[in-house]
């Protein structure tokens, strides 16, 4: 594609000539600034405050077509931080708007737009972009975005991992004043469920303080959310996305404070406490969209050196960034080849169930699982569940052969199967 003469100077620079700081197998040339423009497809999960940075960043970075998905729509609360929102543009999709006021100011690019939850969409719709890029601010729709990366990766018969079919991610994160952006290469770096211990438990009040002696704004909150809305709406589950469920809430939240004198309750806070939000700062989200930008590039084009694999950004006193490289789990039951289990051969298959929902690792994915041996179905919910049922008393030496067996694990509660390393105990002479 022709380009304006000097439009992408800068760019040109990194990626038509070589230096000392290339990625391994960089080949300089125009020809990467066009595949940028005409043919890498990026996806962009969020579209608030990190996101409308990443889109602004990637946008004037050389890419030509990226995707952004987001199922909320704008608030007022939120326009201090997201600078492609308006005031005439509350009650919108953010997705929508963002795309468009970004197409505005960067010629020559698509943004295509996607007003919807990221579980709403297919492995097949996920599949078509070379890198996803997440601006989130929830743990759980992180953890799904990493296991539908993880789903496409495949080993090889060695173990190691299929390069070829590796779904990079690239993670940014702000909470106020520290941030951080990460680079997830499934099979190679820490996926996230790797580091889930890097996330602190979310604060918790007890409830006698709430229910008896509040003493603090968020614990009128926590009383309207865990005790009243649960008395008054006992079949109806609280949506904080729902606007009308989130201003019942605030109501008595002062209701609740007013009476014990407490100040300070307001509808941002209240959307706050919630939804577990920790108040933006628009520097913050800038800094670390910047870096998942840069890494982004870095990915595509190998003109520099990754990211090796988590950085860390503090503007609390100053400036301050620490790198660190955290290791893989291999037994992690989203991105290793096969999480190992023992059991003897003389275990039923109704005994292994049991066991996948007790494991540390498999029980907190699994409620109803299916079990497969390859194309074999051993025991499978459903349509098949009256055909396999009676394969639930047998004993493993009977479904199975060989001392190991790569079992693969279904659930409906998963994204895509989780792989089972079974090594069947042998008895001892």
Request: net charge negative.
């Amino acid at each position: 594609m022709n380009h304006p003469e000097g439009r992408w100077s800068g760019l040109d620079n990194l990626l038509t000539r070589p230096g000392r700081f290339v990625g391994p197998g960089f080949e300089p040339g125009p020809e990467l600034r066009d595949f940028l423009h005409d043919d890498c497809r990026i996806l962009v999960v969020g579209a608030g405050g990190l996101g409308c940075e990443l889109l602004k960043d990637l946008a004037l970075s050389g890419f030509g077509s990226i995707d952004v998905i987001d199922m909320d729509t704008i608030d007022i609360t939120n326009l201090n931080r997201q600078f492609l929102f308006r005031t005439a543009d509350v009650g919108r999709s953010k997705a929508e708007v963002a795309a468009a006021r970004t197409m505005q100011r960067v010629a020559g690019l698509t943004v295509t737009p996607h007003h919807a939850m990221i579980q709403d969409k297919g492995l097949d719709f996920y599949a078509q972009f070379h890198v996803i890029v997440l601006g989130l601010d929830s743990l759980e729709a992180r953890r799904h975005m990493n296991a539908v990366a993880c789903s496409f990766l495949s080993y090889n018969p060695d173990g190691t991992p299929d390069l070829a079919t590796v779904k990079p991610l690239v993670d940014g994160g702000t909470e106020g004043l520290r941030g951080h952006a990460r680079v997830l290469l499934p099979g190679v770096t820490p996926c996230f469920d790797c580091t889930l211990w890097l996330f602190p438990p979310q604060t918790k009040f007890p409830l006698c303080t709430i229910a008896e002696t509040p003493r603090s704004p968020a614990h009128c909150i926590e009383y309207a959310k865990i005790i009243l809305w649960p008395r008054e709406h006992q079949d109806t589950a609280f949506d904080p996305d729902i606007e009308a469920h989130m201003h019942w809430m605030f109501a008595r939240a002062q209701e609740r404070a007013k009476e014990f004198g407490i100040q300070g309750v307001t509808l941002q806070l209240t959307q706050g406490v919630v939804k577990n939000i920790i108040p933006a700062i628009a520097s913050t989200n800038a800094i670390v969209a910047a870096s998942c930008a840069l890494e982004t590039l870095k990915l595509v084009t190998l003109a520099s050196t990754g990211l090796d694999n988590y950085l860390m950004y503090s503007g609390v006193d100053g400036v301050y960034t620490l790198t660190t490289q955290y290791e893989r789990d291999p037994a992690c039951p989203v991105c290793s080849a096969g999480v190992p289990m023992t059991a003897p051969p003389t275990c039923t298959l109704r005994d292994l169930l049991g066991l996948l929902t007790l494991h540390p690792a498999l029980g907190r994915l699994l409620r109803e699982p299916s079990l497969s041996v390859g194309s074999v179905p051993l025991y499978a919910r459903g349509v098949f569940e009256e055909e396999t049922r009676p394969n639930l008393d047998r004993q493993l030496r009977e479904l199975v052969t060989g001392p190991l067996v790569e079992l693969t694990v279904n659930d409906k509660g998963l994204v895509a199967p989780l792989k089972v390393q079974l090594r069947l105990q042998v008895a001892e002479e």
